[in-house]
């Protein structure tokens, strides 16, 4: 029970400054979650106090315009200031904002600098960060051996995303030698984890293979935990295929995307699919001469990501 639910019952008196400083990010998230007006007005007192989980919270929620004026220069001015008392998730954030340009210029190298700080301090998300900004180099040099090694890293801690990223990693041989195998079986943790790239990812391999019931149930996992992005792809990639269960998986993720809502994850930057998948119609030509063709298709987009792989969604999300 949240100090305002006690309130109300009249079973308590209004919190101490003590009792304000102990509430984590989570429990500021129930009290915004159980009483929205109260729960901002006080939200805002304690991160005007100088607590950072509260601080935290506020800036997400100015970021996502949730119980206050949506407005990423205040939220980007509430991330700085829990940084600053060594809140490493918003250390995390003020590098995102810097990546993409919510309330400050775009600035890879300062994102990259707030990244490594919150990396440094083991934190998941802050590790991920840093390896996607190394896998792709966008405005920072390519790094394929650190990205590697962060989202190892972050991976080891649970992280579904950066599984599923290691796993990229070891399909495509980017800082490690190419392991198909393990690429499934990460893929599959990620999954598991709730990652939608990760049910993607393993449904083209398992289509690859000719398991199409297996390939479709992992399509259709994927869009019941897809962002707008991820349904984009999935959308993108299954309506252009012929085997008519994956196309009936892209309308699902078509319909999806269709009544998505606009927020926060609008701002991020297109998505490019994680593995290709258009492929000929196989009625057409003969079928070694379609393996023939489909293999040398994949060896050079292979190729190709090598130098330039795809950038993922990536949640800004970094609480609860």
């Not at 309130?7 to 400083?21: V, Y």
Request: proline residues 5%; aromatic residues 8%; hydrophobic residues 40%.
């Amino acid at each position: 029970m949240s100090f305002l639910d006690r309130n109300h019952s009249g079973d308590a008196a209004l919190p101490s400054l003590s009792e304000l400083h102990r509430r984590s990010v989570a429990d500021w998230r129930k009290v915004f979650a159980d009483h929205p007006l109260e729960g901002a007005a006080w939200i805002r007192f304690a991160a005007e106090h100088g607590f950072r989980a509260a601080q935290l919270v506020l800036g997400q929620m100015h970021l996502e315009g949730s119980g206050v004026a949506r407005d990423p220069r205040a939220a980007y001015g509430w991330f700085t200031k829990a940084a600053a008392i060594g809140s490493l998730e918003a250390r995390n954030m003020v590098g995102r904002c810097h990546e993409l340009g919510w309330g400050v210029p775009v600035d890879q190298a300062e994102a990259l600098r707030h990244y490594r700080q919150a990396a440094a301090g083991g934190l998941a998300w802050g590790l991920y960060n840093l390896g996607c900004l190394r896998l792709y180099g966008t405005g920072v040099r390519r790094d394929h051996a650190e990205a590697f090694a962060c989202f190892a890293a972050a991976a080891s801690q649970g992280h579904a995303k950066s599984l599923g990223l290691l796993g990229r990693c070891h399909e495509e041989g980017w800082g490690i030698a190419v392991n198909r195998q393990e690429a499934a079986r990460l893929y599959e943790k990620a999954a598991q984890g709730g990652d939608c790239w990760g049910a993607l990812n393993l449904g083209l391999i398992r289509a690859e293979e000719g398991r199409v019931e297996a390939a479709a149930a992992l399509f259709r996992r994927a869009v019941e935990t897809a962002t707008p992005n991820c349904h984009r792809t999935i959308a993108t990639t299954l309506l252009a295929h012929t085997e008519p269960a994956y196309r009936a998986v892209g309308d699902l993720a078509a319909a999806a995307l269709r009544s998505a809502p606009d927020g926060p994850a609008a701002e991020r930057p297109p998505h490019t699919p994680p593995r290709a998948t258009r492929e000929p119609e196989p009625r057409r030509i003969p079928w070694l001469a379609f393996a023939v063709l489909v293999g040398f298709g994949r060896a050079r987009l292979r190729r190709r990501r090598g130098s330039d792989p795809a950038r993922p969604d990536r949640a800004h999300l970094t609480i609860g």
